[in-house]
């Protein structure tokens, strides 16, 4: 599938997913992050070491017709010692800048490339940071899956966020270059939240932009959101990328987003971040 040339086929949201910890929870991790950023890393450190983290998967679906899913991202979950569900929002702010955050990382690429290969034909998102393309465990486990599936890279998209890609551009845009040949795309997450430089994002090549949630919310409405995600929609068609709206909640945003030119839509009105998706969804509705 190639994002570049259309090959793509024709809510705020809640505080909390099915599964996922409620605050006011007693769970081992709410007692531990009310208590020390430290007690919090242990907390993340035991869920690594015992593999207790999960991707949780979001369908992504076409504006022109919302039967038809594009692709699913993964989000990053940790399942605390009583089997709570805990958002990555809970730890990552803590762990994204040490080595943890990176070991993070490596985790959600193993989960995004297991779900790969259990489901192929499938296509997933799975965030990292640019700070992890010289990490070596998350470059090596990257490369030797490509060397033993070569195939499998077709399937995944690594979405990196755009605060992140902009302040390590001479790492990054080498990286792009050199997996894009085994078929990875490239989302730039948050578009227009972060510091762009519209220089860089035409030496980047990003194949998919995702529209930062917070320009959603209300958009059918004639307020400044309306100006921002028609100015991304130019800019997106400009430098050749595929732009995705997250956190869509109401048939009018996506309405009014379908008409602006939006390509996919993510967000609760169309399924929320599951553990065990059905991904048979995947290949309904369509001809391939």
Same mark, same amino acid.
């Given at each position: 599938?190639?994002?570049? #040339?259309?090959?793509?086929?024709?809510?705020?949201?809640?505080?909390?997913?099915?599964?996922?910890? /409620?605050?006011?929870?007693?769970?081992?991790?709410? $007692?531990?992050?009310?208590?020390?950023?430290?007690?919090?890393?242990?907390? !993340?450190?035991? @869920?690594?070491?015992?593999?207790?983290?999960?991707?949780?998967?979001?369908?992504? *679906? =076409?504006?022109?017709?919302? %039967?038809?899913?594009?692709? =699913?991202?993964? =989000?990053?979950?940790?399942?605390?010692?009583?089997?709570?569900?805990?958002?990555?929002?809970?730890?990552?702010?803590?762990?994204?800048?040490?080595?943890?955050? &990176?070991?993070?990382?490596?985790?959600?690429?193993?989960?995004?490339?297991?779900?790969?290969?259990?489901?192929?034909?499938?296509?997933?998102?799975?965030?990292? %940071?640019?700070?992890?393309?010289? =990490?070596?465990?998350?470059?090596?486990?990257?490369?030797?899956?490509?060397?033993?599936?070569?195939?499998?890279?077709?399937?995944?998209?690594?979405?990196?966020?755009? @605060?992140?890609?902009?302040?390590?551009?001479? $790492?990054?845009?080498?990286?792009?270059?050199?997996?894009?040949?085994?078929?990875?795309?490239?989302?730039?997450?948050?578009?227009?939240?972060?510091?762009? %430089?519209?220089?860089?994002?035409?030496?980047?090549?990003?194949?998919?932009?995702?529209?930062?949630?917070?320009?959603?919310?209300?958009?059918? #409405?004639?307020?400044?959101?309306?100006?921002?995600?028609?100015?991304?929609?130019?800019?997106?068609?400009?430098?050749?990328?595929?732009?995705? @709206?997250?956190? !869509?909640?109401?048939?009018?945003?996506?309405?009014?987003?379908?008409?602006?030119? *939006?390509?996919?839509?993510?967000?609760?009105?169309?399924?929320?971040?599951?553990?065990?998706?059905?991904? %048979?969804?995947? &290949?309904?509705?369509? /001809?391939?």
């Amino acid at each position: 599938m190639n994002f570049r #040339h259309g090959a793509f086929p024709e809510p705020a949201q809640p505080e909390t997913d099915p599964g996922v910890a /409620s605050p006011d929870e007693a769970s081992p991790f709410a $007692v531990a992050a009310s208590r020390s950023e430290g007690a919090v890393l242990r907390m !993340v450190r035991e @869920a690594l070491d015992l593999r207790r983290m999960r991707l949780a998967f979001q369908p992504a *679906v =076409y504006a022109a017709d919302p %039967s038809i899913i594009g692709f =699913y991202e993964g =989000y990053m979950r940790l399942l605390d010692p009583k089997g709570l569900t805990i958002p990555a929002r809970e730890f990552m702010t803590i762990a994204e800048t040490r080595e943890l955050g &990176r070991e993070i990382d490596v985790a959600a690429l193993r989960l995004g490339l297991a779900a790969l290969r259990r489901n192929p034909g499938i296509r997933i998102a799975v965030n990292m %940071s640019a700070r992890s393309v010289g =990490y070596r465990p998350w470059a090596q486990l990257l490369r030797r899956t490509l060397k033993e599936e070569p195939l499998i890279g077709r399937g995944l998209i690594l979405e990196i966020n755009e @605060a992140s890609a902009m302040q390590m551009p001479d $790492v990054l845009i080498p990286f792009m270059e050199e997996f894009r040949s085994s078929g990875i795309a490239f989302t730039l997450d948050d578009f227009g939240d972060g510091p762009t %430089s519209l220089g860089l994002l035409g030496a980047f090549g990003f194949d998919i932009a995702k529209l930062d949630g917070r320009f959603i919310r209300g958009c059918e #409405h004639d307020n400044p959101n309306q100006r921002i995600v028609r100015a991304a929609v130019a800019l997106a068609r400009e430098f050749g990328m595929f732009l995705v @709206a997250e956190a !869509v909640e109401t048939a009018a945003e996506a309405g009014w987003l379908r008409d602006q030119g *939006v390509g996919c839509l993510q967000g609760y009105l169309f399924g929320r971040p599951e553990l065990e998706p059905d991904f %048979s969804q995947f &290949r309904r509705n369509r /001809s391939v």
